[in-house]
């Protein structure tokens, strides 16, 4: 972005975002923090993510194979995009799981870029619960809030067998998510048996006394600024350390929550370069280096 936003205003902006106040009071608190309703009302642009940036790997790209496929979470259908390169092939298979706006044009240019890479990358869209996710990011968010947690990190957890099974799949199974979908992550993680590694962006830590159920190598990628979810490190990597799970945890300094997500102001190049070049090595070691076009 060529204008940086404060800091108070990205803070402000994360507790909205993140369930901790209402429209309205996030936009009095703004205009406050602005000087003005209309300042207020300039700023949003910079904070609301832009998809039109979401095309690091395009939707056309020539070698890549996409899909729209569905499978079954317990009696409700779940959607998914499905992408992988054009070249014949078993891969290993990682399953991207969304931030708190659902599946959007974003979270499908994460998915490519693993595409790219030659793994078989689907991401589900978890909102499916409630009838899919919504174009607007507003409504999307909304939705989020109301749906029930229990059922989409179901959606999630039948994400595994499904693509373990696919015709394409190695059988190895690896996540990744952000925000939201780091914690489903971490919840994978402590539910799943036939999760082969996981890396979590930024996600709520799941509770200590289910940490001994994981099965899976984590890797755990984190904000300096995040004070929200940062609180919840130290009682984490206790946990794992007790239980001798297999973990790393990085903590990229001065970047805020969502440094990864290049469509808004608290995206951060640097240290999402350095943190995508830890995920995909770690999901080459975890799951096996899968092959190229």
């Known amino acids: 972005m060529t204008q940086k936003v404060d800091q108070k205003i990205i803070d402000l902006y994360d507790t909205f975002t993140h369930g901790g106040m209402n429209r309205r009071q996030f936009l009095d608190r703004l205009s406050e923090i602005a000087g003005s309703s209309a300042a207020a009302v300039a700023l949003l642009p910079l904070l609301q993510n832009d998809y039109a940036r979401a095309a690091i790997v395009p939707a056309d790209d020539a070698r890549l194979a996409i899909d729209t496929v569905s499978y079954d979470a317990q009696g409700t259908k779940v959607s998914g995009y499905l992408a992988r390169l054009k070249a014949k092939g078993k891969r290993p298979a990682v399953i991207v799981i969304h931030e708190n706006r659902g599946l959007n044009p974003h979270i499908q240019d994460v998915a490519r870029r693993i595409a790219l890479e030659g793994f078989l990358a689907i991401t589900p869209d978890l909102l499916s619960v409630a009838g899919g996710t919504p174009a607007d990011e507003d409504q999307a968010r909304d939705l989020h809030a109301k749906t029930d947690k229990d059922a989409m990190l179901n959606a999630a957890l039948a994400a595994i067998p499904f693509i373990k099974n696919h015709a394409e799949s190695t059988g190895k199974v690896g996540a990744v998510g952000f925000c939201y979908g780091g914690g489903v992550v971490n919840s994978l993680a402590t539910t799943s048996a036939d999760l082969a590694a996981g890396v979590a ?15 899976a190598p984590l890797l755990l990628q984190y904000g300096g600024l995040d004070q929200r979810i940062n609180a919840g490190i130290p009682a984490y990597e206790a946990a794992l350390k007790a239980a001798g799970k297999r973990f790393d945890i990085y903590v990229y300094p001065n970047v805020n929550h969502a440094f990864n997500n290049d469509t808004g102001d608290r995206y951060d190049k640097a240290a999402a370069d350095l943190a995508w070049s830890r995920t995909i090595a770690f999901f080459k070691e975890n799951l096996g280096a899968p092959p190229r076009a």
């Open 201 to 215: 962006y930024y996600g709520a830590q799941p509770p200590a006394d289910k940490v001994a159920s994981i099965k």
